[in-house]
């Protein structure tokens, strides 16, 4: 199974988001809103995974979400991901924060320790 770990956000941000999605729409008749369940800021894609690995990810990283406080990153700007003919998705990029990079460096020890090799997309550079 195709996987990826992701933070969810936090209220404030899905609204504003929200409000962002409507103008969106409002001004581009193809675009597609995402429900806001669905909004998250992806830290790492997995690849295909086993659904046991998948289940010691999900144990190891409830035991780092333990540890990690709510922090607040600087946003960038919005950006089309991946190309061709296929509808692509939209994201917002995000600065760096010194708490992000702590989390991800933790997830990423996290995931090498169960043998997982991450799949190296390129992340959207910041507006």
Known sequence: M???????LQPAMSKRLRRLQEGLSA??????????????????????QSSEVLEETAKLMLS?????????????????LGGGPHRRPLCLAVSAAPQLHELQRKLNNMVSQLGIVLERRRAPAPG
Request: contains cysteine.
């Open 27 to 48: 001004a581009l008749p193809t675009f597609k809103p995402l429900d806001l369940q669905n909004l998250h800021l992806t830290l790492f894609f997995l690849g295909d």
């Open 64 to 80: 780092i979400g333990a540890e990690v406080e709510s922090f607040c990153a600087p946003l960038g700007g919005l950006q089309l």
């Open 2 to 8: 195709r996987a990826f770990i992701a933070a969810p």
